[in-house]
């Protein structure tokens, strides 16, 4: 690991260190590790995501980087199948990227193989507020208007019925009216 830091004479001070980089020399001798990314369909804000790399032969490290980083995000030894297994708990939108991983041999941490091929970690945007399951707003409106528009045709063909009802035994009770027998 290297680290920076400047000294100055006027006036006199001495830098902070530089946060350290790690000098790695890739070796193309090296294949590198295969990768499957693993979730639950879709990712969504505060899942969690598994990533795992594994190689053939075991012993070394497994490194997994994400694109745009000059230094990976996370190394692990490899387990007795020759694999390393990245877990991404509570992923955020800062999670969403390329994913690839790197061997390191046993014995020799500054050399590497090639990234692997890639793969691409996508998150779904959740719904403004819980519970909206899945309508669109403007779908929900829709639906709330025709269902209002049902309820007042059911209540003003139920008021025309008792009217009419109404007006049919007022007319049956006046004086001279026509008797109905019903049947």
Not at 86 to 92: A, R, W
Not at 134 to 162: D, I, Q, S, W
């Amino acid at each position: 690991m290297y680290r920076c830091q400047y000294h100055v004479s006027e006036p006199l001070g001495t830098s902070e260190k530089s946060d350290p980089v790690e000098l790695v020399l890739t070796d193309h001798s090296f294949r590198p590790p295969n990768i499957l990314l693993r979730s639950e369909e879709p990712v969504v804000l505060g899942s969690n995501v598994t990533i795992w790399c594994w190689r053939q032969s075991y012993g070394g490290t497994i490194c997994l980087h994400k694109d745009g980083r000059s230094v990976p995000i996370r190394c692990q030894r490899t387990n007795w199948a020759g694999m390393a297994t990245f877990t991404l708990s509570g992923v955020t939108q800062a999670d969403t990227g390329t994913y690839r991983c790197s061997y390191r041999p046993e014995g020799r941490h500054l050399l590497s193989s090639p990234l692997g091929k890639k793969v691409a970690l996508e998150m779904t945007p959740t719904p403004a507020h819980p519970g909206a399951g899945g309508l669109p707003h403007g779908n929900l409106v829709v639906a709330v208007v025709r269902g209002c528009a049902a309820a007042l045709v059911f209540f003003l063909g139920l008021f025309f019925v008792l009217d009419a009802r109404s007006l049919w035994i007022q007319r049956d009770r006046s004086p001279g009216a026509e008797q109905v027998q019903w049947l």
